[in-house]
T-cell receptor, first 116, second 113 residues
């Protein structure tokens, strides 16, 4: 099973709202990622969790708050977003065992976020 | 930061034709990945490459890890309408983080039936 699931599929929110994006994988992967993708552009890395601990924050504004409750789940909490934050938000996961030499990242279907 | 040059930017082909696209980097990579993305969906991994010179196939798709370790190629044979989408190359810099992939800007493929 190489599936990463994300909910919701679509989300529309106002600039004063608080919402959360959810991601789940059951591949036993211990690294999980959040990416932001604008139309016809490549994904941009936002956060990386390794063994449920935040390993990389790519200087993302604090209105985006990630959380990794356990090895299978990844959340992205959103608050006071701006219209320019509208994008496709992708979750991905990969093996954490670098000795295997495997670095494939498996992506979920994404959440299409629109900020009004 | 690291840049990947992916070309062509877009392709318009007839069904049944073969397709080639490539990515080049300015530094040595130890991993090359090829993804396909349909509109409104997440990227789907097509092929992963880990050794210089490695040639790997997945159905009608064939990808190669360049022997200089600075490039990779993806070929699609006998294209069909469902091949339409954006193809991204991605790689891991040999001197970079285990977590970070550098992505090319994508090749938009259109297949005319």
């Amino acid at each position: 099973d190489t599936e990463v699931t994300q909910t919701p599929k679509h989300l529309v929110m106002g600039m004063t709202n608080k919402k959360s994006l959810k991601c789940e994988q059951h591949m036993g992967h211990r690294a999980m990622y959040w990416y932001k993708q604008k139309a016809k552009k490549p994904p941009e890395l936002m956060f990386v969790y390794s063994y449920e601990k935040l390993s990389i924050n790519e200087s993302v504004p604090s209105r985006f708050s990630p959380e990794c409750p356990n090895s299978s789940l990844l959340n992205l909490h959103l608050h006071a977003l701006q219209p320019e934050d509208s994008a496709l938000y992708l979750c991905a996961s990969s093996q954490r065992t670098w000795t295997s030499g495997r670095h494939e990242q498996f992506f979920g279907p994404g959440t299409r976020l629109t900020v009004l | 930061g690291q840049q990947l040059n992916q070309s062509p930017q877009s392709m318009f082909i007839q069904e049944g034709e073969d397709v080639s696209m490539n990515c080049t980097s300015s530094s040595i990579f130890n991993t090359w990945l090829w993804y396909k993305q349909d509109p409104g969906e997440g990227p789907v991994l097509l092929i992963a490459l880990y050794k210089a010179g490695e040639l790997t196939s997945n159905g009608r798709l064939t990808a190669q890890f360049g022997i200089t370790r600075k490039d990779s190629f993806l070929n699609i044979s006998a294209s069909i309408p469902s091949d339409v989408g954006i193809y991204f190359c991605a790689g891991r810099d040999s001197g970079g983080s285990n977590y970070k992939l550098t992505f090319g800007k994508g090749t938009l493929l259109t297949v005319n039936p």
